[in-house]
């Protein structure tokens, strides 16, 4: 889950979308406190549909993405918002080729523990994977003096003296730590680099949920394989006190389509006839 830097009425925030499964949350943050807005996909439709009467073909992947790129731009004529205590609104208004948009966020203050779930416990698990990549880096540093050493011993002599470098002292690298940028704090977490450490590192909290619905899955298929098991051992008894129905497939119903009637449409349908 990566953020994104946006201004908002001359403000600094974060912002950032996490999909699971149907659910689609919404985040903005300035570090301090937390904002949300959760959707399902059909409260996504509905939403969009109610705000945008006249449009059709939308996908709600490409509409986030369009939703995140408008964020992500530095000026202000795109984004209306309003800033409270406990809600932030905005309202989006952007073209999709040559097709009006507008899309409005009704962001409601979340709790401390939520804005540590979402944003501070991702920054810890962060800042742990660079402690682990530091530690792996330095290893491979003293492998390689060890490499070059036994060159070294076995009479090989550099023909370019000026590469020869020191005997790494990890202990020595960091009582001399390298200066910090001087970037402030959002732009250090906006960055591709630490965009990329974040999307890599994932809070333990939600590998125990990923774990525990495999578990739940896995019981499910069992429970399924011994109803089918009970469900065979009546079909071949001789008597059969009672006929029991069991539905092994449950339907599954295709990602919804934002699909309404749109002038352009029927604009292409006349064209299309002459």
């Given at each position: 889950?990566?953020?994104?830097k946006?201004?908002?009425?001359?403000?600094?925030?974060?912002?950032?979308?996490?999909?699971?499964?149907?659910?689609?949350?919404?985040?903005?943050?300035?570090?301090?406190?937390?904002?949300?807005?959760?959707?399902?996909?059909r409260?996504?439709?509905?939403?969009?549909?109610?705000?945008?009467?006249?449009?059709?073909?939308?996908?709600?992947?490409?509409?986030c993405?369009?939703?995140?790129?408008?964020?992500?731009?530095?000026?202000?004529?795109?984004?209306?918002a309003?800033?409270?205590?406990?809600?932030?609104?905005?309202?989006?208004?952007?073209?999709?080729?040559?097709?009006?948009?507008?899309w409005?966020?009704?962001?409601?203050?979340?709790?401390?523990?939520?804005?540590?779930?979402?944003?501070?416990?991702?920054?810890?698990?962060?800042?742990d994977?660079?402690?682990?990549?530091?530690?792996?880096?330095?290893?491979?540093?003293?492998?390689?003096?060890l490499?070059?050493?036994?060159?070294?011993?076995?009479?090989?002599?550099?023909?370019?003296?000026?590469?020869?470098?020191?005997?790494?002292?990890?202990?020595?690298?960091?009582?001399?730590?390298?200066?910090?940028?001087?970037?402030?704090?959002?732009?250090?977490?906006?960055?591709?680099?630490?965009?990329?450490?974040?999307?890599?590192?994932?809070?333990?909290?939600?590998?125990?949920i990923?774990?525990h619905?495999?578990?739940?899955?896995?019981?499910?298929?069992?429970?399924?394989?011994?109803?089918?098991?009970?469900i065979s051992?009546?079909?071949?008894?001789?008597?059969?006190?009672?006929q029991?129905?069991?539905?092994?497939?449950?339907?599954?119903?295709?990602?919804?389509v934002?699909?309404?009637?749109?002038?352009?449409?029927?604009?292409?349908?006349?064209?299309?006839?002459?």
């Amino acid at each position: 889950m990566s953020w994104i830097k946006t201004l908002l009425c001359d403000r600094n925030y974060l912002f950032s979308l996490k999909i699971h499964g149907s659910l689609y949350s919404f985040y903005i943050t300035d570090m301090i406190h937390l904002y949300a807005e959760t959707l399902t996909d059909r409260e996504f439709i509905s939403k969009f549909n109610s705000i945008n009467s006249d449009l059709e073909g939308f996908e709600l992947k490409d509409l986030c993405d369009e939703i995140c790129t408008e964020i992500k731009k530095k000026g202000t004529e795109t984004k209306n918002a309003r800033i409270s205590e406990d809600r932030i609104e905005i309202s989006l208004n952007w073209d999709s080729d040559d097709i009006p948009l507008t899309w409005n966020f009704d962001f409601r203050l979340e709790s401390p523990q939520m804005l540590f779930k979402v944003f501070t416990s991702q920054v810890i698990t962060s800042i742990d994977a660079l402690v682990e990549e530091r530690k792996e880096l330095f290893q491979i540093i003293r492998n390689k003096d060890l490499e070059l050493g036994e060159f070294k011993n076995s009479g090989l002599k550099m023909s370019r003296p000026h590469l020869r470098t020191e005997w790494f002292d990890p202990e020595k690298f960091l009582t001399n730590p390298v200066k910090p940028s001087l970037r402030g704090s959002l732009e250090i977490l906006c960055s591709p680099e630490v965009e990329r450490i974040l999307e890599q590192s994932k809070p333990k909290e939600e590998e125990e949920i990923h774990h525990h619905s495999s578990r739940i899955q896995v019981s499910k298929t069992k429970d399924c394989k011994q109803a089918d098991d009970i469900i065979s051992q009546d079909t071949n008894s001789p008597t059969k006190p009672s006929q029991i129905e069991v539905t092994k497939k449950r339907k599954v119903e295709p990602a919804p389509v934002i699909k309404v009637p749109t002038k352009r449409v029927a604009l292409k349908k006349k064209l299309m006839k002459l």
